[in-house]
């Protein structure tokens, strides 16, 4: 039950990779749970996308307090990256996902990282799908790499607030967008 939940891992035979040991990050089991979840259409979508913004508004506050944090030295790198020219969705996504965990770990706290690892994980390929469906990509990617960086820019700044509220505009914002599109695309328009 611990190995299907993420919590252990057992080996068979000898060596170090016989028995059974705890894994290190305990976000691999959050995240199977999620997307077995989602995969049965048990959790909405809407409310993971508002689990997400609450931890990620809480956290932008609190990363706000430390804004000479490495982890935020590392979240301007992938800003960077994401500024690649003809950068693929998957890798802009996989950078953006990380770029959101990261300034989640800025913060300090443990479970809202390993949750906001979880949700990465779980909703990765959903957020791919839906993407998809976005009538002109190069421009939203240029807006979120917009609001990207006035998020990072309120964080070094110290300014909280004005950081939670970004965060919380630019996830809830990006959901209304592909939702829409997402249900344009499955009703056939």
Excluded: C, K
Aim: net charge negative; aromatic share 2%; charged share 20%.
């Amino acid at each position: 039950m611990l190995q299907a939940l993420g919590v252990v891992r057992s080996g068979v035979g000898s060596g170090p990779e016989a028995g059974t040991t705890v894994i290190a990050d305990p976000a691999g089991g959050i995240g199977a749970a999620l997307r077995l979840h989602l995969a049965t259409r048990r959790l909405p979508m809407a409310d993971l996308v508002g689990t997400r913004a609450m931890i990620e508004g809480a956290s932008a506050r609190a990363a706000a307090l430390v804004p000479s944090s490495p982890d935020l030295d590392h979240a301007e790198d992938l800003l960077s990256r994401m500024d690649a020219p003809g950068i693929d969705a998957d890798t802009y996504h996989q950078l953006d996902a990380d770029f959101h965990v990261t300034i989640t770990r800025a913060a300090g706290n443990a479970v809202n990282t390993a949750i906001m690892t979880a949700l990465r994980d779980a909703i990765h390929h959903t957020v791919l799908h839906a993407t998809a469906a976005l009538p002109d990509w190069p421009r939203t990617a240029a807006r979120l790499r917009r609001e990207h960086r006035a998020i990072l820019r309120a964080i070094r700044a110290g300014d909280g607030d004005r950081a939670a509220a970004l965060v919380v505009r630019h996830v809830e914002g990006f959901h209304r967008e592909w939702s829409r599109h997402s249900q344009d695309v499955e009703a056939g328009s």
